[in-house]
């Protein structure tokens, strides 16, 4: 006998027909695996050849067998699967109609009334399938106790973030979160703001939210969000209701103080460094003054940046530049002292020298394309060249070089090789390098001869990103206090 079947009238020719009520109303809700097994069985019920069972059908799906088995009591409980025997299971599937509705068990009514918030509740706990009798829980909180459908939900959830165990099963969850509804219902919970509100006043952070908010100089009632600030730094964090208190004095800064501002504080001083927020946020406002307010994330990243041995100083003038170049992410910051990094730049004073250097290097290298016959801006690699030929050669010999290479396809390739063989040769003035260019250039029958081909190799594509000026700043544009002129 096949495992499964499709109920008469169900199978149409050799497809596999899956029904638009059924993407309308179970794709959106069921569980991924629940899913995968369905559409599978569907295959299975039209060739039955296919069938193997349980095992088999787990193995094709690459899952465990108790997710099958708790998928088809959950299709079971959806009303398009009948279970027809035990051992071995054996379903026939049934077609998708609304008529199906009226033809389930009356015990089961309640279900199916609540279809929707019950297959929300199961996408809670994924593959682990609910009962009947824990989705009657669920259902009395509703009809019995009063709650709206999404403090329910929010309960469960609840129920399973604060389980003693990684993954709990169903049962535990709905016995321990029986009691709890059950008590939070007498304290008049019904919607999700009650159960929020209830939550947090289990912890005891609702009183410290409140004085918060009075330092502030507000009398309204704490929102979720901020309650779970308060939450997370008398838990997480571990401070106390006093210390908090005293950490509001900082926010009187700001032109209006926010739980946010006063956990970039608490974050702060949680690493022991009160001057560092302020720190960071003068450096974002030079990025982005409507973003000079510290995040915790911003302020981690921010510390290791110091542990690393950057100055502050050093870390807000490469603020400065990416504002200049229209960059206004930390991140941008961060990449721009990674490269500074590799020329071991720390201090302020050697990023002022090394920005100072780079820009007339700029200028300069800027000469020497024209006079290589190139009329756009230096790249790294152009900078590069110079910084090396200057090593070597007096600015007269590297003038003549870029002249000499002037009409060639890599010019800057070019004027490079040619400084090159003329260290090689001792060369070291420009009437020698005359010479010994005149020389190259005539072959033994009197003839020009041609361009070594070896100088015309590829060159890698340079992006807007590779020119120069990303990584140092005209200081000129920097006035003292991180202004732009």
Known sequence: MATIRFADGGAMFDSTPIENLFLLEHLPTAPDSFLRVYLYARVLALHPELDGGFAQLATFLRMDEDTVYNAFAYWEQQGLARRLSDNPPTYELIPVRSENLLTVNPMERDYYAYRDFNASLQSLFGSKAIESHEYGIANDWLNVLGYDQAAA???????????????????SVFKRMNKQATAWADRGCRSLEDVERAIAEDEGVNQVAKAVLQQFGQSRKPSVPELN??????????FSQEEILAACEETTKANKPTFAYLEAVL????GGDDGRFRELADILRELDAAQAQPTPDQLERYGRLLARGFEPATVKLAAVQNHRKKKTRFEDVEWMLDQWAEDGIYTADAARAYVTEMQARKRRTREILQHCGLDRRPNMDDLALYGEWRKAHDEAMIDYAASCSRGMDKPMRFANWLLGDWAANGVKTVAQAEARRAALRVDRGGREAPANPALNYSQREYREEDYGDDFYVDLDKYVEGGEQA
């Open 267 to 270: 974050k702060n001083r949680r």
């Open 153 to 171: 939900l929010r309960l469960v959830e609840y129920g399973i973030h604060t389980a003693r165990v990684k993954d709990p099963s169903p049962a």
């Open 229 to 238: 600030c308060v939450k997370r730094w008398m838990g997480e964090w571990g």
